[in-house]
């Protein structure tokens, strides 16, 4: 089992700056076996979609075209912990942000929200204009 909870939520005007923190914890045998870790928001109304995602061996990154540039993921193994800084932000990027890990299976796509088996419980992310 793994748990995460998500931190770094709050209000902003447009063009400031957050950074959303993902702290993962268990047994260290379910810590080893998570193959990537992605963050997700969800708007009201709207279905969940991906915002970036890593692969925690290797660190390749994938992003949503709609924060390319804006956003930057990022991780530290030694303390379990994802990272989602992001700058520019706009009205449109307000939602509830979640972290997300997969864990005991290599992951395929990134941003797939499907292939996450463990979820935090979201952190509050609204942008003003």
């Known amino acids: 089992q793994v748990q995460l909870v998500e931190s770094g939520g709050g209000s902003v005007q447009a063009g400031g700056s957050l950074r959303l923190s993902c702290a993962a914890s268990?047994?260290?045998?379910?810590?080893?076996?998570?193959?990537?870790m992605g963050w997700f928001r969800q708007a009201p109304g709207k279905e969940r979609e991906g915002v970036a995602g890593?692969?925690?061996?290797?660190?390749?990154?994938s992003y949503a075209d709609s924060v390319k540039g804006r956003f930057t993921i990022s991780q530290d193994t030694a303390k379990n912990t994802l990272y989602l800084q992001m700058n520019s932000l706009k009205p449109e990027d307000t939602a509830m942000y979640y972290c997300?890990?997969?864990?005991?299976?290599?992951?395929?796509?990134?941003?797939?929200?499907?292939?996450?088996?463990?979820w935090g419980q979201g952190t509050q992310v609204t942008v003003s204009s």
């Open positions: 268990g047994h260290t045998y379910s810590i080893y076996s998570i193959y990537c």
């Open positions: 890593i692969h925690t061996g290797d660190g390749r990154t």
């Open positions: 997300a890990a997969r864990a005991g299976a290599v992951c395929t796509f990134l941003l797939g929200r499907y292939q996450y088996n463990y």
